[in-house]
């Protein structure tokens, strides 16, 4: 069968459409699959996380969901549990076990192969980092013009849990710093990470 001009015309616009297509997807890989490494931002601080923050996805919360209240946890198996949850992209290893930042046995190499630091990745990736008030992490489960598929978890930002949630967000680690540095430590009284209370305003 005898090929047309218009035929032609159309095939080489396809073909010219298809290279079009093809020189764009070309541009976009290359790179580096892993991260760009984050200069002149901040980061938050990682021992208040895990003693002040970490806790209180795995402790039991009243929960209110359609009128219906009841007791559960943030990383329970149907919400933000790493393995079964449903909840997005928040996730938290609910066996996340503590380290102890003082010792220098855990270099940041091994905490941040630990599943703690996993956690602390995931809640510090639902944060503007200095402002709580713009946070997912704060704004979902108090209802602040977002939908949290969870339901309200708190009352209100004058909820002890939120208090902690807000001055981590709210203090990051010094600029430069990263997110084991022990100017973090003054977040505790005494600035202990290891035994002081966690500070809250």
């Not at 997005?88 to 996340?96: C, D, E, K, L, S």
């Not at 905490?111 to 990745?121: E, G, H, P, T």
């Not at 100017?183 to 202990?192: E, G, L, Q, R």
């Amino acid at each position: 069968m005898p090929v047309t001009n218009s035929a032609a015309k159309s095939l080489a616009r396809q073909r010219a459409a298809t290279v079009g297509a093809l020189l764009t997807l070309a541009g976009c890989g290359g790179g580096s699959v892993s991260d760009p490494p984050l200069n002149g931002t901040q980061v938050l601080a990682f021992a208040y996380f895990q003693r002040c923050v970490d806790p209180i996805f795995l402790k039991p919360l009243q929960i209110t969901l359609n009128g219906v209240t009841v007791m559960n946890t943030c990383a329970a198996s149907a919400c933000h549990n790493n393995a079964t949850g449903a909840g997005g992209a928040f996730r938290i290893i609910p066996t996340a076990q503590s380290i102890d930042v003082t010792n220098p046995a855990n270099t940041p190499d091994v905490i941040r192969a630990s599943d703690m630091y996993k956690n602390f990745l995931s809640a510090q990736g639902e944060t503007v980092i200095g402002s709580p008030g713009q946070s997912l992490l704060l704004r979902k489960p108090l209802l602040e013009g977002i939908f949290h598929g969870g339901g309200q978890i708190f009352v209100n930002s004058q909820d002890a849990n939120v208090k902690l949630m807000q001055y981590w967000i709210g203090n990051p680690a010094p600029q430069g710093q990263d997110e084991f540095s022990t100017a973090t430590y003054s977040m505790f009284t005494p600035a202990d990470p290891n035994l002081g209370t966690c500070n809250s305003n």
